[in-house]
């Protein structure tokens, strides 16, 4: 598919045990029916041709000419379609060693023989009395005719027009400590598929969800794990078709247990790429000893099944409580830790009102409780300028108030128009000057402050405004400690949120009035009605669309077009094509110029999956281009 994801499912057709030609029918049904969706790798189960519970009819020769034949029929089947397809099947080798083993088939071809290297033989698995385990050394065989084709469980099947490479390995290869998948996904495959047949007990269907999850997470792949279905012999046990569908730890689509669905989804080989990247565990495999073969089988299809969430940072709705106070709880034992550290007897805060000071005196509050220091000794300063607001300002007391912190007003107005006077400056000239001499003063207020109460001054600034550089440098861009440091704006309203409903009461409905006020930095005067005119938003853009920005490059290492592609897809028609381009070329013009404003941004501790402080996740030349990034912008 485009921009880096492939379409994979995993499905268990209507099967009857011991009927390798009916088989054959179902598979190619089923093989039909994913090439109109699109499929580009489609996983049956384990032995999918004649049914694992075949018993001792596995030990017949005519069934097992009969699956050859039915692979014959299927790898027809395939002529012109672009998908790789992974079916099982017993084969015998010279000698009559049999094994059990998936045969891989693209365009009219098998295109390799995988053997289980894992042999089961213990309680309900009796595998041993049929199958010798894969051999160490591949080799080529014979399947019929003169078509000769490589056996040998260390296949990697390689798109390399577009870097896509699978591997195979079979039902208990995923259970054991040294599995084929821990060795091929680490040296090249960003894909493994297994066809399994797994018995459905109490209790087992969570456990497979785990170690699924797990092999997909260790190796940095996505995993497409097949299940045997309904139609296996029931004479001992019953399986259920639960199939599986993992990407780097995370479940992508899972089918059900009896559902008799197929399971559906689309991997993202480019975030697998760019997590292996930072891995060093991780290589190409040069000097392994690997058998890769040639297959073409991505096509260009169109994102349709991947669910793209529109705020990544922030949990969905199941999660809420448990991750907001998972997050609240990491924010208040930073802060606790370097109040203690430091020997602090205050903490000094400035709160606007708006949603970034609430959450930062929040916070602050939780860190004092956990210390059994009074309230009183958080020092809340409310420093009314130019463009602050009747609501800001009574947001800000109402909150303070409520909080029980000691509260400080210091209006800036006249010490700031002072300052102009000093540096010769005209107060009509409403420029960056005009805005960032009241930063900087209200900075120097709180550090004041603080000295003379032998404090910290608390940062309220957020990750999104770091990325974008939306603050005054040496103004609320600085601070002791920065405790919203690695939180985006879109993560920041719903744990004030969060803390409301929390706390309930007066702190709810102050809470919300702060969550409902538009976002701004109050430096300009209010309009004639006396309401904010200057509107974040309004200047550098939505924040929920440059929090979509900054998760997709960060934490997924997209390109400008993939991250173009996902936002259009994931926000559909609330944003015009023009209006995403428009502000992707401003996240990526400001994003790459204020890179210095990072570099000496105070201590923060990192909470998610995504940080921009200079010490820790995110390392970066202050002088780097954007170039690169804005030509691929301007092609869009």
Request: proline share 5%.
């Amino acid at each position: 598919m485009k921009h880096g994801f492939i379409k994979a499912a995993a499905a268990a057709p209507d099967l009857r045990v011991g009927d390798p030609a009916y088989n054959a029918d179902k598979i190619i049904e089923a093989i039909r029916a994913q090439a109109a969706k699109g499929t580009e790798v489609l996983v049956f189960p384990e032995l999918s041709l004649c049914g694992y519970t075949c018993g001792d009819l596995l030990l017949q020769p005519l069934l097992k000419e009969g699956c050859l034949n039915a692979l014959k029929r299927i790898a027809e089947a395939t002529q012109g379609i672009k998908m790789l397809v992974f079916v099982g099947l017993p084969f015998e080798l010279r000698g009559g060693k049999v094994y059990n083993c998936a045969a891989a088939i693209c365009d009219g071809e098998v295109k390799g023989i995988i053997p289980k290297s894992n042999i089961p033989n213990y309680r309900e698995f009796y595998e041993r009395r049929y199958f010798v385990p894969a051999p160490e050394e591949g080799e080529f065989v014979t399947l019929w005719e003169d078509e000769s084709v490589y056996f040998g469980w260390d296949c990697i099947f390689t798109d390399e027009e577009h870097g896509v490479s699978v591997a195979c390995e079979i039902c208990e290869d995923l259970w054991v400590p040294q599995s084929p998948c821990s060795f091929l996904a680490p040296t090249k495959a960003q894909i493994v598929v297994n066809l399994s047949a797994s018995n459905e007990t109490v209790g087992k269907h969570d456990y497979r969800r785990t170690i699924v999850s797990a092999q997909s997470g260790k190796n940095i792949c996505g995993y497409v794990y097949c299940n045997a279905g309904i139609g296996e012999s029931t004479t001992d046990c019953v399986y259920a078709g639960n199939h599986m569908i993992y990407e780097d730890g995370s479940r992508l689509a899972e089918a059900q247990p009896f559902s008799g669905e197929p399971c559906e989804a689309e991997i993202d080989v480019g975030f697998l790429n760019y997590e292996r990247s930072r891995n060093n565990a991780f290589h190409d495999g040069a000097g392994e000893e690997y058998s890769e073969i040639p297959v073409s089988f991505v096509g260009d299809g169109e994102l349709s099944l991947r669910k793209v969430p529109r705020m990544p940072f922030v949990p969905s709705e199941a999660d809420m409580g448990e991750r907001g106070e998972l997050i609240h709880s990491m924010k208040e034992h930073e802060l606790a830790r370097r109040l203690r550290h430091t020997g602090a007897k205050t903490a000094v805060i400035g709160v606007s009102g708006g949603l970034d000071s609430t959450l930062a005196l929040l916070v602050t509050a939780r860190a004092f409780e956990l210390l059994n220091k009074p309230r009183e000794d958080i020092i809340a300063v409310t420093m009314p300028g130019f463009g602050t607001t009747l609501k800001t300002k009574n947001n800000s007391l109402s909150l303070m108030q409520a909080m029980g912190a000691t509260v400080k007003t210091v209006n800036i107005a006249q010490t700031v128009l002072k300052h102009f006077r000093d540096i010769g400056h005209d107060p009509e000239q409403l420029d960056a000057t005009y805005e960032n001499a009241q930063a900087r003063y209200r900075t120097m207020v709180l550090m004041d402050i603080a000295g003379e109460t032998g404090g910290l001054v608390i940062g309220t600034g957020d990750m999104s405004e770091l990325a974008l550089g939306w603050c005054t440098y040496n103004g609320d861009h600085m601070s002791m400690y920065g405790v919203n440091a690695s939180i985006p704006k879109t993560l920041v309203k719903y744990l004030v949120s969060y803390e409301g409903k929390r706390l309930g009461g007066r702190m709810e409905v102050v809470l919300k009035s702060v969550v409902n006020t538009e976002i701004s930095p109050e430096l300009l005067p209010p309009d004639g009605e006396g309401n904010i005119a200057q509107k974040t938003e309004d200047i550098v853009g939505p924040y929920e669309l440059h929090d979509f920005f900054l998760y997709r490059m960060l934490r997924c290492g997209d390109a400008p077009a993939k991250i173009y592609a996902l936002a259009r897809y994931a926000f559909g028609d609330d944003y015009s094509a023009a209006t995403v381009k428009k502000w992707l070329k401003v996240f990526y013009k400001r994003f790459f110029s204020q890179q210095f404003k990072r570099s000496c941004s105070p201590d923060g501790v990192k909470v998610g999956s995504v940080s921009l402080s200079p010490r820790g996740d995110w390392r970066m030349p202050s002088d780097a281009s954007a170039a690169l990034w804005l030509e691929e912008v301007e092609k869009l």
